[in-house]
């Protein structure tokens, strides 16, 4: 990527948390703030990838601390807390997300819909509440959250993870409504198939004819371009395929996706 962002550290500065910051788009917004000035704390759970990401970025000549934490452990919003006690942040990022475990709902285990659930909403909202307190009465700041063409209506095999997303979209855009008084600006950025190292290790056929891929490098970059173009902005070229599964009559529709899905997944 050779042009530096065109991003407001003013606005977002001076550190940025990327809870999921290790790889695939996590790993590209860390790349872009990077070189754009911005410090960072990266959260993942392998330490590996993690402390590759943050060497990397600080080849950009910023400060990069690293948090090595599960985001379903009991005590994580307490240790991100604390890791960020000393840091103005001004920006955070909720990356981490893609669906953890995707079954037929009724035979399903509910334990692992439970996971989904507990990263996808619960975690999202209380970092959303601690990050979203500071930044309303620094009166600036911005959140993005990560949503999915999936938010827009149900499939076969990740009811649970669609609705999830559907729930981030919705919850997005209160939070915009609620924080634009104060600075404080809020995206759902929504992607649809992104080639990330985690959907490379669930299988995915990128190769369906006609369907589009981006690339998270790309997406990442999109994303930070419009932090303020709130409170939803579809990125890789889905804008139209948002709007269509936005629409009625809803029997057509989710039949139809949950066709294309089937040759997706190669089922
Ligand atoms: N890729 C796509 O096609 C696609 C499409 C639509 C939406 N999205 C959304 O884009 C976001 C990024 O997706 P992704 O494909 O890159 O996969 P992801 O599994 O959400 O991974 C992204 C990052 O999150 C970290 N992570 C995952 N679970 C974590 C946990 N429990 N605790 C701490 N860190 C965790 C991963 O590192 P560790 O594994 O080391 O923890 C990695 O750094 C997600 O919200 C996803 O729903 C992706």
Excluded: C
Excluded at 56 to 79: C, F, I, K, P, S
Excluded at 146 to 159: C, I, R, W
Excluded at 191 to 211: Q, S
């Amino acid at each position: 990527m050779s042009e530096t962002l065109q991003i407001d550290s003013a606005r977002y500065g001076k550190w940025a948390v990327i809870a999921g910051g290790s790889e695939g788009v996590g790993a590209a917004f860390a790349d872009e703030l990077g070189r754009a000035g911005f410090d960072l704390l990266l959260i993942a759970r392998k330490p590996g990838p993690l402390e590759d990401t943050a060497a990397a970025v600080r080849e950009h000549g910023v400060e990069v601390r690293t948090l090595a934490l599960d985001l379903l452990a009991d005590d994580a919003v307490e240790q991100i807390r604390t890791a960020t006690a000393d840091l103005e942040v001004g920006l955070f990022i909720f990356n981490a997300g893609a669906n953890s475990y995707g079954h037929e709902f009724v035979t399903g285990d509910l334990d692992g819909f439970r996971g989904v659930i507990d990263l996808n909403v619960h975690r999202q909202i209380e970092l959303a509440h601690l990050f979203g307190a500071r930044m309303k009465d620094m009166g600036r700041g911005g959140i993005m959250l990560l949503g999915s063409l999936a938010g827009y209506m149900g499939s076969e095999h990740q009811s649970i993870y669609a609705a999830s997303k559907a729930f981030s979209r919705v919850f997005a855009e209160s939070l915009w409504l609620e924080l634009a008084p104060y600075g404080v600006d809020v995206l759902e950025l929504v992607l649809g198939v992104t080639r990330t190292p985690a959907m490379e290790r669930a299988g995915l056929n990128f190769d369906v004819p006609g369907m589009l891929v981006s690339e998270p490098e790309d997406v990442a970059r999109e994303g930070l371009e419009h932090l303020a173009d709130g409170p939803v902005w579809v990125a890789g070229g889905n804008y139209k395929a948002a709007v269509k599964r936005s629409g009625f009559p809803r029997d057509a529709l989710v039949r139809g996706a949950a066709e294309a899905m089937r040759a997706l997944l190669n089922r």
